[in-house]
């Protein structure tokens, strides 16, 4: 069964009035600065790591429309599972930028403390919850915050996200049934970038696409250019919509490409021709969206320009204060194990305080 | 002799295993085009290509579970998983199936399976940092593998991989590029059996994968000062071979365990009740253990670094114990 692709922007650069979310030209304006803002962070990412300054990161680029289209329709109240390529939603739940890097640096400017790998991004105020690294556990996670909303009275949405390889484990599938059977308020988002490390999607399912396995669970699949970020935005809001309104889970793949390799420990040059990777930079989503701006008179190069280095020179700005503060002290090494300090942790922590004993 | 890396043995092991024996074959994430997320398999794919060596999508369950399967089907399996930390996931699959079937099956089935995965840290924090060998040790039905140089390691995965039995053959990510001593020739090494690595008459050091290495460093600076630790490398978690350990304590009268993991319900409370216990007399301390922090692990490197006692820590452990 071939799900049909749903697109707004044009090759011309036009809008399909038919599929057109009707954003005003201020929402047009924020989704193309937090685009430009997300590729700013991930390129800095990269080179923060490269440089030896941060130990690990996990990029967005070329993803920049499925994860802004997607994190712009959320609303005040829904609650996000991510997978550790979703940077991009934090921020726009509210996450800020500093805790974003700081998160990187895992020192004293990290709110979670320097517990987690960089990209294991999670913010209580922001309902944002913390990145599992073990793939798609989050989705059944997903589901019982969400019949937690339901059982509450609560009219809110909950977000899960997982990549095309996600989609391959028993907690996606499990996920996806137990939101059919208690229609639950859920949007499970798929990010189909093409390739789980090395390995391209074909090898992971000989499903036509990662959305017609919502048939089997009975609920609706739904399939986005996901490089298109006015149609991941509506297909995303809809969902939301739906989920918040009582009438159950939906399953969104957004087609899209992973430009960058997978992570800093991989290099997809080895693993991916160079023309495929081409092909698709050509499809640059940020690039799209600004050519449909400049049409609707809402951009022009310069201010273009002007974005991203407004962007870069906020990022600059943050890691410069990140990066400066103190790292984060030993004695919180035993801090937060259980809700309250138990005695043998207590006396760990005498120990974290004696440089000569450590 | 050649010097080879703990890599480098593994390859050649599974190579060797799968020319010799054409039912073995190799399934898991990553393990084929790409040459495994460790390069432990890299251009075996070349070699023995798509129906002897599988890319499998990512489940951890199933490839476990395909694994045992294709074992009861006849083959040789040998299942990667990419990390231990995953075999989470697959954990029913390997306590409640591979361990059990031959049991449960009054002895009609072998399930002739190695899973190899790799232990490991390194800031990789909480879910990434694990080793969990206590967990797989506690399990009859099971043999637990986890060698500590590349010598051992390449000798019992080939054992492994012709064990009629499961193996958890738990590798260390942080030893792979090790070098040792290699012979070019066929050899294999008997799952089971405990190795003194080196001889000494103070003190006897239990240890296994990487804390070896920690031992032995330990060992090298006391001697220095004249004090002589005996070390024992286990290999194997199970069974357990306790000889080497025995002998050792009735000429030393103390021991320390090493082990990376938490200490609570670990290897070292296992080894210590079982000196305390079968050799009380030789004892003239109590059997002393250091591990991992009671903590998941984090990943700033400044507490990383507090995680695991080093060859300083255990240096001043063992004055401490002889004083
Ligand atoms: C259960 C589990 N198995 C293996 C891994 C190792 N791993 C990390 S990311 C990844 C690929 C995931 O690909 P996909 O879901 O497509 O997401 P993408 O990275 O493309 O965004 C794998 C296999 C893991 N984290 N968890």
């Given at each position: 069964m071939e799900l049909p692709l749903r697109v707004v922007l044009r090759e011309d650069g036009s809008a399909d009035p038919e599929l057109d979310p009707g954003l005003d030209d201020e929402a047009l304006r924020i989704l193309f600065r937090k685009m430009a803002l997300l590729r700013a962070l991930d390129e800095k990412g990269l080179n923060l790591q490269r440089a030896?300054?941060?130990?690990?990161?996990?990029?967005?680029?070329?993803?920049?429309?499925?994860?802004?289209?997607?994190?712009?329709?959320?609303?005040?109240?829904?609650?996000?599972?991510?997978?550790?390529?979703?940077?991009?939603?934090?921020?726009?739940?509210?996450?800020?930028?500093?805790?974003?890097?700081?998160?990187?640096?895992?020192?004293?400017?990290?709110?979670?403390?320097?517990?987690?790998?960089?990209?294991?991004?999670?913010?209580?105020a922001a309902r944002v919850v913390s990145v599992s690294s073990p793939v798609a556990t989050q989705l059944p996670q997903a589901v019982g915050t969400a019949y937690a909303a339901k059982l509450r009275g609560e009219k809110i949405a909950v977000i899960g996200y997982f990549g095309d390889g996600g989609s391959s484990t028993g907690e996606f599938h499990a996920a996806m049934n137990f939101a059919g059977v208690f229609r639950t308020p859920n949007v499970f988002f798929c990010s189909n970038n093409r390739y789980a490390i090395s390995l391209p999607v074909a090898r992971q399912t000989a499903a036509a696409s990662i959305a017609a396995k919502a048939a089997a669970y009975g609920i609706p699949g739904v399939r986005v250019d996901g490089n298109d970020v006015l149609a991941v935005f509506r297909v995303t809001r809809d969902a939301l919509e739906r989920a918040r309104a009582g009438e159950g889970p939906t399953l969104i793949e957004a087609l899209t490409y992973r430009i960058g390799s997978h992570s800093t420990s991989d290099d997809a040059t080895r693993y991916r021709p160079a023309e495929e990777v081409e092909a698709w930079r050509g499809k640059d989503p940020i690039k799209r969206f600004a050519a449909h701006l400049k049409q609707r008179g809402l951009l022009d190069d310069p201010e273009e320009k002007a974005v991203f280095e407004e962007a870069r020179e906020e990022v600059r700005r943050t890691v410069a204060v990140c990066e400066a503060a103190p790292p984060v002290p030993p004695e919180s090494l035993v801090e937060d194990v259980y809700a309250e300090m138990p005695w043998h942790l207590e006396e760990q922590r005498e120990w974290t305080r004696m440089p000569e004993k450590r | 002799m050649s010097q080879k890396t703990y890599r480098d043995a593994l390859r050649e092991a599974l190579r060797e295993e799968m020319i010799r024996d054409e039912r073995v074959l190799i399934l898991g994430e990553e393990v084929g085009v790409w040459g495994g997320t460790y390069a432990i398999t890299r251009s075996m794919f070349t070699e023995f290509g798509s129906k002897r060596i599988l890319d499998t999508p990512i489940a951890e369950a199933a490839i476990v579970g395909t694994a045992v399967g294709a074992a009861m089907g006849g083959l040789r399996p040998v299942a990667e998983l990419m990390t231990i930390n995953f075999s989470l996931v697959a954990m029913d699959q390997i306590v409640n199936n591979a361990a059990k079937i031959h049991y449960m099956f009054g002895g009609q089935i072998r399930v002739p399976l190695v899973i190899r995965t790799p232990a490991g840290w390194g800031q990789l924090a909480a879910t990434h940092s694990q080793t969990f060998e206590a967990w797989f040790a506690h399990l009859p039905g099971l043999i637990v593998a986890m060698p500590g140089t590349p010598y051992d390691a390449k000798g019992m995965l080939k054992s492994a991989i012709r064990s009629d039995n499961p193996v958890m053959f738990i590798e260390h990510a942080r030893l792979y590029g090790i070098k040792g001593e290699v012979p070019d020739g066929e050899y294999t090494l008997p799952l089971g059996v405990s190795d003194v690595k080196r001889p000494g008459r103070d003190i006897t050091i239990v240890a296994y994968s990487r804390m070896l290495h920690v031992a032995l460093g330990a060992a090298e600076a006391l001697a220095k000062d004249g004090i002589e630790c005996e070390v024992i490398d286990l290999r194997t978690l199970r069974p357990l071979d306790m000889a080497p350990v025995y002998a050792s304590v009735k000429k030393t009268h103390r021991a320390l365990v090493l082990e990376e993991d938490w200490t609570t319900c670990g290897m070292g409370a296992e080894i210590a009740a079982r000196i305390s216990h079968d050799r009380f007399d030789d004892l003239d301390g109590p059997v002393e253990r250091m591990g991992q922090v009671e903590v998941p692990m984090p990943y700033a490197r400044n507490l990383e670094a507090l995680m695991f006692p080093d060859e300083r820590q255990v240096t001043e452990k063992v004055r401490e114990m002889l004083s």
């Open positions: 030896g300054r941060i130990g690990f990161y996990i990029g967005a680029t070329g993803q920049e429309a499925a994860e802004i289209g997607s994190g712009f329709a959320l609303e005040e109240g829904d609650w996000v599972f991510p997978s550790y390529r979703d940077q991009g939603v934090a921020l726009l739940q509210g996450y800020p930028l500093s805790e974003l890097i700081g998160q990187l640096f895992g020192n004293s400017s990290d709110v979670t403390k320097g517990r987690q790998m960089p990209n294991h991004w999670c913010d209580r | -």
